[in-house]
């Protein structure tokens, strides 16, 4: 089920206050429609009544998919405080267990909303996050001048990846803009998912221990 509240908000523009219903979690199996508000950045928008400012609130969110089974944390103080984030994520996580009648959705945390969009499309796109992660990792090791992980992040972007290639877009953290985009061969990919595969280690999983799974913060800790 999809769960929308009121909340109480002030304008960032001209400082009215007003009610708002704001999403804190939606269930695109029910909803089709919240995915694509949230891929279209109308999901909690707000238009204020007094000056018709446009903007958007980022508050947590829990995007679940029951189809593919997977669901997904996101908590905008999730960068300024991980070990809070972490924390949430487990109560979530026993919260969605207890739920009666629910699938067993794997939970994903994230800390960005562009990091949530990414998620979503990797999950689609029936790919492994920690190993997309990885090859994140890869690039940042072999171009650390280009691309800095402490100004520079990786994204997948699926809707340019193509069976041959995986396509990365590199972005300013700062500005947010695009700089570049890499490709990387679909085949490395599968020899590192056998490799990977064939290690009883797991080392994966050590690698991105936490549930936040990022190569950035693997190679900026
Ligand atoms: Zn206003």
């Known amino acids: ?61 829990l995007y679940m998919d029951p189809a593919r089974e997977f669901a997904v944390w996101w908590t905008p103080e999730g960068a300024a405080d991980p070990a809070k984030a972490d924390d949430e994520y487990r109560r979530m996580q026993d919260s969605l267990r207890e739920a009666p009648g629910r699938p067993d959705l794997k939970l994903h945390l994230v800390h960005e909303r562009v990091e949530l969009v990414e998620r979503i499309f990797l999950l689609e796109a029936g790919l492994d996050e920690r190993l997309i992660e990885y090859v994140k990792y890869l690039i940042f090791s072999k171009n650390a001048r280009k691309v800095d992980p402490r100004t520079r992040r990786l994204l997948f972007n699926a809707q340019d990846s193509d069976p041959e290639s995986l396509c990365f877009v590199v972005q300013d953290v700062e500005s ?32 991105f221990p936490h549930p936040y799974v990022s190569a950035r913060k693997l190679m900026l800790d």
């Open 1 to 61: 089920m999809s769960i929308a509240r009121p909340y109480p908000i002030r304008c960032p523009k001209c400082g009215a206050e007003a009610e708002v219903r704001l999403y804190d979690s939606i269930n695109v199996g029910e909803d089709p429609q919240l995915r694509e508000d949230l891929m279209a950045n109308r999901l909690n928008a707000v238009t204020c009544g007094a000056c018709s400012f446009q903007y958007r609130v980022d508050k947590p969110l």
């Open 176 to 207: 947010r803009r695009l700089e570049g985009v890499l490709k990387y061969d679909r085949k490395m990919l599968s020899d590192l998912e056998t490799m990977f595969a064939n290690n009883p280690t797991q080392p994966l999983a050590e690698l």
